[in-house]
């Protein structure tokens, strides 16, 4: 039996799961690390947390699973995206916290480059629209603010890396500075074209080429082997690489023009495949890299991400203290036949697509004395069905695709009142599979491709099983008017950092 690891570094937690080669969760390991809020809109990870927690899941999930790291054919990363670690060369120490995908520091340099360039001619050249979102703006942030970081720069011993940059440098012992092309689409210093660096976005942002990894293949490709030091204790090839969302995409079998699916965690992310066929979004979808195997064209996707999603459910549990668990949640909103009028929008850090408005921040609307806790609880699951449902209707729009189903996976796929909701806003049939773990699933078949564990991905399709069907039950006239409702409650989220007038 040949077995494989992906390594899945999330926004808020480390995991490592071994597959053995007829796609089977052998064993599973999970921590959790510290969610560092210096300011207002400002979240950090400690990126030596993130490693002692990567060693600690990587030899506990061995252990469960009767394992030695030489048993291991190949290992694959996913991470959560556009998280900047600034470290060294050498050694791989970090010179600041990891500046979080989520974090929006970036605002003011954004602003400022909005009223110099256009938005057209930065999605043309990336695929994505101005937001401190994405990596380029953080980048800019540590060189104007943090001496250390600059002293490096300039001596050549600092690298810009995202978070699987950071993990293939340490796994391998510092022999790989490394991102794959999904990752790299989304520093906005990519040219979507050319898959390589751009020399206009690298001025723009004062960011020197040799301050950011090599871009390479998500698959086909060894990147480097694990250093016998480290947490495998043997030499194992590290040969796939999918930014979370993209290896998503990958794990659910989403291999043709128009497939798509939506992941339900920290925040909620749709993709919906458009081949080798780059396709501009006219309704604020960002136009990404899906996956590029060694030797073959790039796929290409649209995106719409919604920022907070699981992170609500979260923050209802640990500062509202709410509830104790995501179960207790779940409990709570089932026990009421809808929201009695409740909305929430969680702007926590403004509001992604199709929005993209920073100066967004959240609402609860539409309180009344009959509101209840279970209300609240309710309107807290559906504001992800709300946001995703916001989504998918630009991306039919802008695809040309008319989506019949929608396949979906990630922790909050276990919520029964959030997905029976999700198929009754989008009426459509929303289809869970047999292995939800979709992302670390993708990460997995990546690495699994490149040493041959799986011969191809048309192989790769006939693993993917359907577990759970949930089909729309809610009236056309209900659901117009909950979408009204919802749209008018976004309304009122806007404007409010800036102090406007709506």
């Known amino acids: 039996m040949k077995y494989v690891g992906a390594l899945d570094q999330g926004t808020t937690s480390t995991r490592f799961i071994i597959f053995d080669e007829r796609n089977t969760i052998v064993a599973s390991s999970q921590v959790e690390h510290r969610q560092i809020f210096p300011k207002p809109g400002w979240v950090e990870h400690n990126p030596e947390e993130i490693w002692k927690n ?3 899941v990587i030899s ?24 900047v670690i600034p470290f060294d060369r050498v050694t791989g120490k970090s010179y600041h916290n990891a500046i979080v995908w989520q974090d929006l520091r970036g605002e003011e340099l954004i602003n400022k480059l909005k009223s110099e360039i256009s938005e057209s001619y930065i999605r043309e050249k990336t695929g994505l629209l101005y937001s401190p979102y994405f990596s380029a703006s953080k980048i800019r942030w540590l060189l104007d603010n943090v001496a250390t970081v600059r002293r490096k720069v300039a001596s050549g011993n600092c690298v810009f890396g995202t978070i699987d940059t950071y993990l293939t440098f340490k796994l391998t012992g510092g022999k790989a500075y490394v991102t794959d092309v999904t990752n790299a689409s989304r520093y906005m210093l990519m040219n979507i074209q050319t898959l390589d660096w751009d020399e206009d976005m690298l001025k723009l942002y004062g960011i ?9 293949s998500s698959s086909g490709v060894i990147y480097g082997y694990t250093d016998p030091d480290g947490p495998f204790k043997a030499e194992i090839p ?57 030797g073959q064209n790039p796929v290409y996707a649209l995106e719409g991400s919604v920022a907070v999603a699981g992170s609500l459910v979260q923050w209802t549990r640990d500062s509202l203290k709410m509830v104790s668990s995501a179960k207790e949640l779940d ?19 403004g509001l992604f697509a199709p929005y993209w408005r920073s100066d967004a921040r959240g609402v609860i609307a539409g309180l009344t004395g009959f509101a209840n806790r279970a209300h609240i609880c309710r309107a807290v699951l559906e504001s992800t069905a709300f946001q995703a449902n916001d989504i998918f209707t630009v991306m039919e729009m802008d695809s040309g695709i008319k989506i019949n189903s929608l396949k979906v996976d990630g922790g909050m796929t276990n919520s029964a009142p959030l997905m029976a909701f999700q198929s009754d ?64 409650a976004v309304s009122r989220t806007l404007d409010w950092e800036t102090g406007k007038d709506e």
């Open 54 to 56: 990567t060693c600690f």
């Open 60 to 83: 506990d999930a061995l252990e469960k699973a009767g394992l030695l790291g030489e048993n291991i054919s190949a290992i694959g990363i996913t991470n959560q995206r556009e998280t």
């Open 208 to 216: 020197d080429r040799s301050s950011l990894p090599e871009i390479v």
């Open 238 to 294: 590290v040969c796939g690489i999918l930014g979370d969302q993209q290896a998503a995409l990958f794990g659910q079998a989403c291999y043709s023009p128009g497939e798509s699916k939506c992941t339900y965690g920290t925040g909620c992310f749709m993709l919906a495949n458009t081949g080798e066929k780059l396709c501009y979004s006219e309704h604020g979808l960002l136009t990404t890299v899906g996956y590029r195997l060694e």
């Open 331 to 349: 409990e709570l909103a089932s026990s009421v036949p809808d929201s009695g009028g409740v909305y929430i929008v969680p702007a926590f850090a």
């Open 425 to 488: 806003i989008l009426a459509l049939p929303v289809i869970r599979p047999m292995i939800v773990e979709t992302t670390a699933l993708g990460a997995a078949y990546a690495a699994g491709l490149t040493v041959g564990v799986w011969k191809d991905i048309d192989s790769l399709r006939s693993y993917w099983k359907e577990q759970l069907r949930w089909t729309p039950t809610m009236d056309d006239k209900e659901r117009e008017k909950k979408v009204r409702f919802w749209k008018k």
